[in-house]
């Protein structure tokens, strides 16, 4: 049975099982994070954002433009979180806001639009010379032994960086009166409006932070997939399912749901039985584990059943 | 300290208000009765600046408020604590007063003044770090009033602080209240159903029907009137 395997079984080889779960947890944070700027948004305005990805490959494409003209990494770096901190305040305060208090449908057509409007302004400036372009990580590709397995630098920095962006969220929203608004602001905006906290503001911050963590993701995937207009559309699939899948006003279950994902491919794709099906299955066989967990659990892991007072 | 003078407002096509005025002293508990449906939320929605009149002025304290946003009439020192008590269930006891203090930046201040209410609704520092949605009704409102009390308000707006509550429970909650006005000097502008409750609490009284103020009096005297007695007294 095991000779089917295209992989030696995990007990016959630990370290390409280790390496594939920390490289799974990699790609998998940098799905998590998409998924957290997901949920930022549904939480606080009930808006599914399918521009996120787009938004974030906008800002990659910035940096990259930045870099070419000379531009110190470090620099580019804090101008790309900035820009796309202020591209999601920009979106919220021109093209969301008047559609908040209209029916669902017209908000996720706002949003479809911008994704298709925010990919050809790319194509049109940045589709001119050669494609992909290279995007390099400031933590390099040199491998390095993590105990059992071999893992890139890059891999470790994603780790790292992605640890770093969840921790200020957490302090954020836990420990800060702003923190406090927001989250008021997205339980019951009425009573927070009685509190005098400033509704608007808020709504306006949530897409901000999700705008700049998600240029944190898509600078983190660029030195991976090289980048293209489409290429955050990938992890915008992935990062859906893993918010979907962890709950879609859950944070912590975004986290969960996006490491889950991309541990989940990762296994797939290096353990798929070979004569049955391919490592290309792996996406549908992730997705496939989603859904059943989903008719059990339709709320997701962590989110909180919809309950409706009369 | 609160006048209201001939406001009109409406929930889309509908008219609700038809020129409502009403005039609360300060210092003083001034209640409006009336049906289902007469307008009396709205007058509150009015005053707190969730819903634009669309003639009529409203003033607190000579100053023009009916333009200015929530946010802007919390801070001039009007706190409304609506109806359904509005908590938010998830968060705890602690983060809600903490989000009556919202517009307050003195640590120092809140901290002293969550001691304080605690002395007046001690159930809140027991359940202090429980979700407001696992309170039972009484302590929930209890909650409702301490959170509306934590942005140090010189007028409390309550809508129907009763609803839902037992007898006993609901008398806890008035004399809680009349402890608040008496001791603390915070005028009460108070929506209540239980017309009976009210007139006892309350110094003056409106009668509010579709709209309209149709009695105004003293509590007294509208314990002792003919129709009120009948509509809302039940005797």
Known sequence: ?310 | MLKIEGIEASYGPVKALHGVTIEVPEGSVVTLLGPNGAGKTTILRVVSGLLRPSAGRVEFDGRRIDRRSTEAIVRMGISHVPEGRQLFDEMTVHENLMLGAYTRNDRDGIKADIKRLNGYFPILEERREQPAGSLSGGEQQQLAVARGLMSRPRLLLLDEPSLGLAPLVSREIFRILRQVNREEGITIFLVEQDATSALSFADYGYVVETGRVVIEATSDKLKEDENVRRAYLGY
């Open chain 1, 1 to 310: 049975m095991i000779e089917v395997f295209l992989a030696p079984a995990p007990w016959n080889d630990p370290e390409l099982f280790g390496e594939q779960v920390i490289s799974g947890l990699a790609t998998g944070s940098i799905y998590a994070l998409v998924a957290l700027a997901i949920v930022l948004i549904y939480r606080s305005t009930d808006v599914i954002n399918f521009a996120q990805g787009e938004m974030a490959m906008l800002v990659t494409f910035s940096m990259w433009s930045l870099l070419l003209a000379g531009f110190p990494a470090w620099t580019v770096i804090f101008i790309g979180i900035a820009l796309g901190f202020a591209l999601g305040a920009f979106v919220e305060r021109t093209i969301i806001r008047p559609v908040e208090d209209k029916p669902p449908l017209n908000v996720v057509v706002v949003t479809l639009g911008l994704f298709v409007f925010l990919n050809s302004i790319a194509t049109w400036i940045w589709a001119q010379g050669e494609l992909p372009k290279v995007f390099s990580t400031p933590f390099g590709f040199t491998s390095v032994d993590v105990s059992l397995a071999r893992v890139t630098t890059h891999s470790i920095g994603i780790l790292v960086v992605a640890l770093i962006v969840m921790a200020v969220l957490y302090l954020l929203f836990n420990h800060t009166k702003l923190g406090l608004g927001m989250r008021a602001t997205a339980h019951n905006p009425g009573a927070s409006r009685l509190m005098g906290v400033n509704v608007g503001r808020m709504l306006m911050l949530g897409w901000a932070l999700a705008g700049a963590v998600g240029a944190v993701a898509g600078m983190l995937v660029a030195p991976i997939t090289f980048l293209f207009p489409g290429f955050m559309l990938a992890v915008l699939l992935y990062a859906f399912a893993a918010a979907v899948f962890g709950g879609l006003d859950s944070p912590p279950g975004a986290i969960v749901g996006g490491l889950f994902v991309g541990v989940a491919e990762n296994l797939f794709g290096t353990y798929t039985p070979g004569d049955i099906f391919g490592p290309e299955m792996k996406l549908p066989l992730t997705l496939l584990v989603l859904v059943i967990v989903l008719m059990f659990r339709p709320q997701g892991l962590f989110g909180r059943v919809q309950t409706r007072r009369v």
